[in-house]
């Protein structure tokens, strides 16, 4: 059974080494005086804090907030949410980084959420299971969020680093969240393969997309239906930054989904330097890929002393079939900060690379190494795009700006993700909060 949860508490946390004092007051201060973005006036209409997080596990708190989904006909109070994996760090052993899993049985969820009078109220939780059979690592039909295979992912880790925990072919890192009106599921994302997974409004998986080629290492995991629907080029997607956002069209024809980093094509050297996204485009009712666009995200050049490979994109909402909200952000909180942007672009006269720029070759780049100038000179089209809502001019704390949604009034919904707050990551002390935008344009 679901319990109700009321979340209440306060807080304070530091961002990096800059001490950061956290009131809600405060924010509202900077929200009220913030400046015109793109001539649609944004303001901070409504926030809402979570407080008081469940424990899920060995004195963990929950987390929230690496997506946001506003279903159809629902109020405008009512969203669904994801965390990640679950609770996990870094820590360095004998000269090691190894990736940690606090609670390793935890099993990545879904949250319905209500929000008023400031606060997040938890109405159900929704924990990903698979359709028949057993999880080795849970024990039960729940999946765990722990490293799917050797030598493709992490090597996972008790907490301490220094034991490690067993592989789960099953195993899911969660990012964003997509509702199926056709069919009344949900689809996520997940950053492991990367893949996309289907699951029924209980969280019963259904079947999990992935890179062709990918699916005869899912041989021991026979639970969970795979199909080799996606680009081979996916593939090469960097570790922990796979697919990040995902998001379906008002009329449920068309799923988009894109990473969180450039593509590893054929190096993270590469991905360092690029600033280009591949966008897929893929039919929900033959579940093949119709369309795959080029996304630039912001230049380095731009900023001060920061790194193209600190520049990502976080979270996708569809408001028709080639018209998409893309939240980007940078891997730095509070005045450190420089990018918390919300772009719109629109796909119609981009051009459709499907299939090309994929292997380079001793005369031929991949789409990752090509300057933006070299696309246009080989006649790539990009998006349009114009800049929606610039969120540091609206006084936004934190760093993970990740879940996105619109709701029935044509407000825009943010919300941040804190990693679980735990001590081995930047996030540590750090809330979680739900920011509704009135955007006039």
């Not at 407080?51 to 929230?64: E, L, Q, R, S, T």
């Not at 193209?308 to 569809?318: E, P």
Request: aromatic letters at 8%.
């Amino acid at each position: 059974m679901n319990k109700k949860i009321v979340l209440t508490g306060i807080f304070t946390f530091n961002f990096f080494s800059a001490a950061f004092a956290y009131t809600h007051d405060a924010v509202t201060e900077a929200a009220t005086s913030s400046t015109q973005v793109s001539n649609s006036n944004p303001v901070v209409k409504e926030r809402f804090l979570v407080k008081n997080p469940p424990d899920v596990g060995n004195g963990i708190k929950a987390g929230m907030g690496s997506s946001l989904t506003h279903l159809p006909g629902d109020p405008d109070t009512i969203f669904y949410t994801t965390a990640d994996r679950g609770p996990n760090g870094e820590v360095v052993v004998n000269g090691e980084k190894r990736r940690t899993f606090p609670v390793p049985t935890y099993t990545p969820r879904i949250y319905k959420i209500k929000v008023s009078n400031g606060e997040v109220e938890i109405l159900k939780t929704i924990k990903l299971k698979l359709p028949k059979g057993t999880d080795e690592i849970t024990g039960n039909n729940y999946i765990s969020g722990v490293s799917n295979l050797p030598g493709l992912d992490e090597t996972p880790y008790d907490e301490k680093g220094e034991k490690q925990l067993p592989y789960d072919p099953y195993g899911l890192d969660t990012e964003g969240l997509a509702y199926s009106p056709k069919d009344d599921t949900f689809w996520l994302s997940d950053e492991y393969r990367p893949s996309l997974v289907q699951v029924k409004r209980d969280g019963t998986i259904l079947q999990r997309l992935l890179p062709s080629g990918m699916s005869k290492q899912y041989e021991n995991a026979p639970n969970i239906p795979v199909k080799d629907s996606l680009p081979a080029v996916f593939s090469k997607r960097i570790s922990n930054k796979g697919f990040e956002g995902v998001t379906i069209s008002p009329d449920g024809k068309w799923m988009f989904a894109l990473t969180q980093r450039p593509l590893g094509n054929p190096d993270e050297d590469t991905s360092n330097r690029s600033r280009t996204l591949r966008i897929l485009k893929i039919n929900l009712e033959t579940l093949k890929v119709a369309g795959e666009y080029v996304y630039l995200t912001d230049d380095e050049k731009q900023y001060n002393d920061l790194k193209q490979s600190n520049i990502y994109v976080s979270d996708l909402y569809a408001k028709d079939d080639h018209t998409l909200l893309v939240d980007e952000r940078d891997s730095f909180g509070g005045s450190e900060s420089q990018v918390k942007k919300i772009y719109q672009i629109d796909l119609t006269e981009a051009t459709n690379i499907q299939g090309k720029y994929n292997s380079p070759t001793g005369t031929t780049k991949s789409l990752e190494q090509m300057t933006v100038d070299e696309m246009e000179k080989a006649g790539i089209a990009f998006p349009k795009q114009r800049l929606v809502v610039d969120m540091l001019k609206l006084g936004y704390p934190f760093e993970k700006l990740e879940g996105l949604t619109m709701t029935n009034d044509h407000s825009l919904a943010v919300m941040n993700d804190n990693d679980f707050s735990i001590t081995n990551t930047s996030q540590n002390g750090t809330p979680t909060e739900l920011w509704k935008i009135g955007i006039s344009n």
